[in-house]
């Protein structure tokens, strides 16, 4: 029997092995991928009263507000289930993060008593809830702040004006101090180049003091 003959179903057998073993890695990798993956929740309103239910005294799951905005915080359990930080579980309790009074008299005031640079600064807190992976948003707090609807309120449309002009007036410091910065930064590189050139000229004044005097002795 002649082996050449047999060489073309070889190398189809094999290119088929191949094939397979490449399929079945794809299909292992795509069903770790949908194992790992965690599905989306959409967004939603929610009330006091289901809000008030998330906290350390009725379970695992801690959820808090701030600016209206509702974020599930059970990863940080040992922040917000007990001490000074659990005032923010089970409520929208936005005062406490820009004046520092962690009390339940403090987080039920409303923001309207926050001056603008405190709702900035507020704000920056609702920002870091956003991005904060392990804290995902669960939607809404039905209130004074957004309606049953999911709807930005009057308030909280003027508040979000507000902070938007703050930012604008933050900008414009940062770029002031980073102007004085650099004026200081070329101030000092000039008085340091100024300090060079005189001893520079200093140098070169002694040296000719000394071949003066090295003629002279000859």
Sequence with gaps: MSVGKHIPTLFFFTAALVFALFRCKDMILASNNESTTVPTVPLRVVTPEELATKTAEHGDVLWLSVMGEVFDVSKGREFYAEGGYSVFAGRDGSVPFVTGKFTPEEAEKSIEILEPAQLKALDDWRA?????????????LEGYLYDKEGNPSELLQKVRKIVEEQKLIAKDKEAERQEKIKARKERKEKE???????????????????????DTEL
């Design 192 to 214: 340091k180049a100024e300090k060079a050139r005189k001893q520079k000229w200093q140098q070169e004044q002694a040296q000719k003091a000394r071949g003066g005097q090295t």
């Design 128 to 140: 870091f809830y956003v991005k904060e992976e392990k804290y995902p948003q669960i939607g809404w």
